[in-house]
């Protein structure tokens, strides 16, 4: 995917929600993700991560205490900078629902493009308990609830021409997340691209005045 093993990138000012700026992952976490992409969670041992790293298996125990909480890490990591995103790129389109979830849909794409490995680790969140999946899924209703609500605003004010909003909302986000499943780096198109062709999408399916 041509994607550095970095952390999901941060952002220091509401207009800077563009912006994909690389801040190192730990050894460990980066030596997770780059397992887990290649193998599979079921095919990644921690032995397997603790030879990348070079470090003994207690030693990484020492730092997470399972395979399962390297991934719910990384999960955390790449779910709350979606949803730090989606804030900001929403409170930059004003008042004008169409802006917002022009804006919104552009910034998750942005980050499905730019951090294909980390978003394709949604994949693998089968593999989590059930006290796990609930944290995991308690970032992920927030990005759900950002959407959801510039939905219901642009249907309220007429922008919009949408029948049941839950479940725009919901296709829009599926949209989305489907997109680590086809998306290379060396493609045809860009991030930036993808993100203004998903984005125009999104405001179609909405019925966008």
């Known amino acids: 995917m041509g994607e550095p093993a970095g952390e999901p990138a941060q952002h220091d000012a509401a207009d800077d929600w563009r912006q994909m700026k690389d801040v190192e992952l730990t050894p460990i976490l980066s030596a997770s993700l780059d397992a887990f992409y290649?193998?599979?969670y079921h095919g990644t041992t921690v032995r397997e991560?603790?030879?990348?790293?070079?470090?003994?298996?207690?030693?990484?125990?020492?730092?997470?205490?399972?395979?399962?909480?390297?991934?719910?890490a990384l999960l955390e990591l790449s779910t709350a900078d979606v949803?730090?995103?989606a804030h900001d790129a929403d409170a930059a389109g004003g008042d004008d629902p169409v802006q917002r979830l022009a804006n919104v849909i552009e910034a998750i794409v942005l980050r499905m493009t730019n951090r294909a490995r980390l978003a394709s680790l949604e994949g693998e969140v089968r593999y989590l308990s059930a006290?796990?999946?609930?944290?995991?899924?308690?970032?992920?209703?927030?990005i759900e609830e950002v959407v959801l609500r510039i939905v219901q605003d642009g249907t309220a004010s007429g922008a919009f021409d949408v029948d049941d909003p839950a479940e725009t909302t919901r296709a829009l986000l599926g949209m989305c997340q489907s997109i680590p499943r086809w998306y290379h780096a060396e493609g045809t198109l860009s991030p930036e691209e993808v993100a203004k062709k998903y984005a125009a999408i999104a405001?179609?399916?909405v019925g966008a005045h």
């Open 131 to 142: 006290e796990n999946r609930q944290r995991y899924r308690a970032v992920r209703k927030g």
């Open 38 to 40: 290649e193998l599979g």
């Open 49 to 72: 991560v603790a030879r990348r790293v070079g470090v003994t298996v207690p030693a990484l125990y020492y730092h997470h205490d399972s395979k399962e909480g390297l991934l719910i």
């Open 83 to 85: 949803l730090a995103r």
């Open 203 to 205: 405001l179609k399916t």
